[in-house]
């Protein structure tokens, strides 16, 4: 399953690190690997595709990666308001 986003981040070479961090955990939902693609040449509105093994995997990661950004305060890039994963 390849799940995808599209997202504006503040600061490409601050959010990678960030979004790199999150391997080990995805790791556990099934996650395989990833694309980074910059929208129209421009580094800070990225395109993320990522495949998981299953659907039900990549919709479970993205419930905990939501939880945890919200408990955090942080936003890591994964998905801006309005911008979900699309499958």
């Given amino acids: 399953m390849l799940p995808q986003s599209a997202h504006k981040v ?6 990678k690190p960030v979004f790199d961090a999150t391997a080990a955990l995805k790791r ?10 910059a929208i129209d040449g421009d580094r800070n509105n990225v395109l993320v595709m ?7 995997n990549a919709k479970a990661f993205d419930e905990v990666d939501v939880q ?14 309005g911008s979900r994963c699309s499958r």
């Fill in 28 to 37: 556990g939902y099934g996650w395989k690997q990833f694309s980074v693609f």
């Fill in 10 to 15: 503040e600061d490409f070479e601050r959010w």
């Fill in 50 to 56: 990522e495949e998981f093994d299953t659907m039900a």
């Fill in 68 to 81: 945890v950004r919200a408990q955090h305060g942080s936003h890591t890039g994964r998905a801006s308001p």
